[in-house]
């Protein structure tokens, strides 16, 4: 398969301008092709990796990628998709989540390739230097109004009389479909991609193209993500799901891909990883005939964050996901265990309790909540169904001591197979 033919079994096409003409260009020869972000973030987030993986997939098969940074559409906002208009970001703002999503960028992306590496640009570098007025006579006299009214971002706006559309955003698709002009005219860039509410966007490059220096150029979407349900893909009660791991944990970032709905494991198999054909259909007669066993989900899970963080994060990530399975704590790292902390209930008690003999665990029960009084808490030890540290514990008179702390502060209690309480001393 040829890159596009690949992002069609994928179910990665929404819209394409001239396929025929599109599939002939990439069979026969390597294109140069773009995608644009705007850093109103200091991450990616796991929303944004549909098109900026779809980059990649024409980069392994031959094609060159270009990623744009929108330092100059960054600082407008783009009206897609939205019901209100963005806040405006501040210049140093721009210029710092440009840095930061750089480095995610490496991941993602090929820079170092001998033949067709990737490249990184600011459309700053080329906006800021043109004057208003020359935008407006160079640019601008090739827009109807009355097209872009038509265009589904800006109508939507439109026709909300509460919230309405600024001139500022009115403007992104001119700025915009700049961009594709630009690099059309010095990189020879003759395909944009972008999620499916770019579409307008994207046409509206093609038209500035054809009129101004008589090149036809082709655009392709991607379907916007949901899951199987109609919610937003990306979302958790938390937030958005971002690639930083300082804003969302390799071990909760693997969790979100390994809670995928059983309806959506397969889709996202074929959308966010690079799993070959073979193996994608392997695991869905897996997950077909034997779906308690998540291979497909496991397998999600592991692809991607291998991707995104690395297989030996990965790994830690795997290991912090088994011990709340009751897998053992033997050479666990602080940093895994860390992970799940804030995944449990918690209970803080005075270190110095658990000084001398200690504190008996038939209270520390009570006290964590696992159970409700001291005689339950007796029933449960000697019933085996309480475990501390995952290993099992019926001795009623066990007690807790600071030689039983892990890192030298806390203490993993579990009644049954999924009720956990970390206990931590202070």
Not at 169 to 174: A, D
Not at 254 to 260: A, G, N, P, S, V
Not at 266 to 295: D, V
């Amino acid at each position: 398969m040829n890159a596009l033919e690949e992002l069609e079994w994928r179910g990665l096409i929404a819209d394409c301008t001239d396929r025929d003409e599109l599939n002939k260009k990439v069979s026969s020869a390597p294109i140069t092709l773009y995608c644009g972000f705007d850093p109103t973030a200091d991450s990616l987030h796991v929303g944004n990796l549909v098109p900026l993986l779809a980059l990649r997939r024409f980069q392994l098969a031959g094609h060159h990628p270009i990623a744009v940074a929108g330092g100059a559409t960054g600082s407008i906002g783009d009206p897609s998709g939205k019901t209100a208009e963005r806040k405006l970001l501040a210049k140093e703002t721009i210029a710092a989540n440009i840095a930061n999503v750089k480095a995610q960028l490496r991941r993602l992306l090929d820079f170092d390739a001998k033949t067709n590496p990737a490249r990184l640009v600011d459309n700053a570098s080329w906006t800021t230097t043109v004057s208003y007025l020359d935008f407006l006579r160079d640019i601008g006299k090739h827009f109807s109004v009355n097209q872009m009214i038509q265009k589904e971002s800006v109508r939507a706006r439109m026709e909300d009389r509460e919230v309405g559309i600024s001139y500022t955003e009115f403007s992104y698709m001119l700025l915009q479909a700049y961009d594709f002009y630009v690099l059309c005219r010095d990189e020879n860039c003759e395909l944009q991609i972008g999620g499916s509410d770019q579409w307008g966007n994207i046409t509206a490059g093609i038209d500035l193209c054809r009129k101004k220096l008589g090149k036809q150029v082709y655009g392709l979407t991607h379907p916007l993500i949901t899951n199987a349900d109609g919610t937003k893909f990306g979302k958790t009660e938390a937030g958005s799901v971002w690639l930083d791991p300082k804003k969302t944990s390799v071990y909760k970032f693997y969790q979100f891909w390994i809670r995928t709905g059983d309806c959506d494991v397969i889709r996202y198999l074929k959308y966010f990883t690079f799993l070959s054909r073979e193996e994608i259909e392997a695991l869905e007669a897996e997950h077909k005939e034997k779906p308690e066993t998540r291979a497909a989900h496991r397998g999600l899970a592991k692809a991607v964050t291998d991707l995104v963080h690395g297989s030996g994060a990965t790994g830690e990530a795997i290991r912090a996901s088994e011990i709340l399975f009751g897998g053992g704590l033997e050479g666990i790292s602080e940093g895994t265990f860390d992970e799940i902390v804030g995944e449990v209930p918690t209970q803080e008690i005075e270190k110095a309790e658990l000084d001398g003999v200690g504190l008996p665990l038939v209270e520390l029960l009570v006290r964590s909540g696992l159970c409700p009084s001291k005689g339950q808490a007796r029933k449960d030890l000697e019933g085996g169904g309480v475990s501390v540290n995952n290993a099992r514990e019926s001795n009623v008179k066990r007690a807790i001591t600071t030689n039983d702390l892990l890192f030298g502060r806390h203490l993993l209690l579990r009644k049954g197979k999924r009720n956990y309480v970390v206990v931590t001393a202070k």
